[in-house]
């Protein structure tokens, strides 16, 4: 395509009047086809979405770098905007899904998921570990309409540091009524950074420990006890399991607790101190019964789902590697 160029040779200055009507950037691209790239290389592969996504559904051809770099500086933008304290998404107060005693309650979740990472000159690097942040408005057995929109969801996802990513979430939360819901409910694995982001962000939430989580240092204990006999490990871990959700912790707890040490092995006996010492940490926690009969969630489902779409879907690809700044814009 040819277009009018003026340059001044007092000044040195240039001017491309239908450039500038357009609102081509640096890349020579337009507005609409830096959202169409941005959009397109944040769902597939830079490659996938040069050759097929933008080409069969608006006819722009771009080339694959061009792709990665419009979608680097999208992220990079964003990224300026949530520093700045910036929120996204409209203001309102969601309609939170009431429990059995007729509570609206609200839901956040957190979690780290790695990235695979490549070093300077192809070589290889240690992955890094991205923090996803999520609000959330979990459907609830005992209201008659599910949330009028499925997608009350809002996501915060990046290798931030925890103390930044919690201002940032508050703002986000804040912006759709956490705050005003009458029970706020916080799910994580029970991790000790996490349980912090959970103290310092969200203080009056009630902090559920993933029971899937739980139930994992309980298969591990009854692996321990009955190494290579599997119907015998799995019958102790079924029971075990249903107490733990229907009579919780300290109930499971007082079961250890009575067992006869006397013909275990120092490893067995290793592995019961430590996940007894997990139980005892996590108690408060741990009131499955409690939870279940008021309708709420137990299971860190939400935020795991959010580790797959937001981060793994994209990031986590057969071969990829990223650098850490480009990982961390997409």
């Not at 771009?62 to 304290?85: I, Y």
């Not at 570990?129 to 959330?136: D, K, R, T």
């Amino acid at each position: 395509m040819s277009r009018t160029y003026y340059y001044c040779c007092q000044c040195g200055v240039s001017q491309q009047p239908w450039d500038e009507r357009l609102g081509l950037n640096e890349r020579h691209v337009t507005p609409g086809t830096a959202e169409l790239a941005s959009l397109s290389g944040t769902l597939a592969s830079f490659g996938v979405a040069a050759e097929r996504t933008l080409t069969r559904m608006s006819g722009i051809r771009l080339a694959e770098s061009t792709v990665l770099r419009v979608t680097e500086e999208a992220g990079e933008r964003l990224g300026a905007k949530l520093a700045a304290q910036q929120t996204f998404g409209p203001q309102e107060d969601w309609l939170w899904q009431r429990d059995a005693e007729g509570r609206r309650c609200a839901y956040m979740a957190i979690d780290h998921t790695g990235v695979p990472q490549q070093a300077a000159g192809g070589g290889q690097a240690e992955s890094r570990m991205a923090a996803v942040a999520m609000v959330f408005n979990a459907r609830s057995p005992f209201e008659e309409q599910p949330p009028k929109d499925p997608h009350q969801v809002r996501y915060l996802a990046g290798f931030h540091d925890l103390d930044a990513l919690g201002l940032e979430w508050r703002r986000q939360a804040a912006q759709v009524g956490w705050d005003h819901a009458e029970q706020q409910i916080a799910l994580t694995d029970g991790a000790p950074c996490l349980e912090n982001f959970v103290e310092k962000n969200a203080p009056l939430a009630v902090r559920i420990l993933d029971f899937y989580h739980a139930s994992e240092h309980v298969a591990e204990l009854v692996r321990a006890l009955h190494p290579g006999d599997e119907n015998a490990f799995a019958k102790l871990q079924h029971h075990w399991c249903h107490q733990l959700k229907h009579e919780g912790g300290a109930a499971l707890l007082a079961s250890w607790e009575s067992l006869d040490e006397s013909d275990w092995n120092d490893g067995q006996r290793e592995c019961y101190r430590q996940q007894a010492q997990y139980v005892r940490n996590n108690m408060h926690r741990m009131d499955y019964p409690t939870y279940l009969a008021r309708g709420w969630m137990i299971g860190s489902g939400p935020v795991e789902a959010a580790c797959k779409l937001v981060v793994g879907g994209r990031l986590k690809g057969s071969g990829m590697r990223w650098r850490e700044p480009g990982s961390d814009s997409l």
